[in-house]
């Protein structure tokens, strides 16, 4: 649940991150940063990048995971990238492939990347919550507009 005030703030100042001169993970690493920090729900965030049949994790901040390498299908990432789909999880113990990052999760939210003129998946955002129900509609709509500016980036600069 974010508040419009702040999405558009955090869009401004993501933008500005990621037209920066810094190489792109880094820029991608302080993007990360910046929303775990103004985000209080947000317990881990990163970004898995698809390759192949594969999510590979790229810039993340939060507790470590061995969940370095997912493959499509599996979990809750897997799953946004075989069904193409957004994923909202209010509980992930109610989630029969759930794949435990942490002990401390409860909510999951997975927003796809995709390339802008074509749609194909690119990527996705990850973001756990430690709360039942810490996502919704308005994070969604949110870390779209992230995905869709990482994309851009992404794609100008042909460089995962």
């Given amino acids: 649940m974010i508040d419009d005030r702040l999405a558009t703030e955090l869009i401004l100042k993501a933008e500005a991150l990621l037209e920066g001169e810094a190489p792109l993970p880094e820029r991608l690493q302080q993007l990360m940063q910046l929303l775990k920090d103004h985000q209080p729900h947000y317990h881990w965030v990163g970004i898995y990048w698809l390759k192949g049949n594969e999510l590979i994790l790229g810039p993340y901040v939060g507790p470590p995971t061995e969940h370095v390498c997912i493959p499509v299908g599996r979990g ?85």
């Fill in 76 to 160: 809750v990432c897997g799953t946004a990238v075989a069904e193409n789909v957004n994923q909202i999880v209010y509980d992930v113990r109610e989630r029969s492939n759930y794949l435990a990052c942490n002990l401390e999760t409860r909510s999951e939210i997975v927003v796809l990347i995709r390339e802008p003129n074509t749609g194909k998946i690119l990527g996705q955002i990850d973001v756990d919550g430690t709360e039942v129900g810490a996502f919704d509609e308005s994070d969604e709509a949110f870390l779209e507009v992230i995905a869709d500016r990482i994309a851009r980036c992404v794609s100008q600069r042909s460089v995962i």
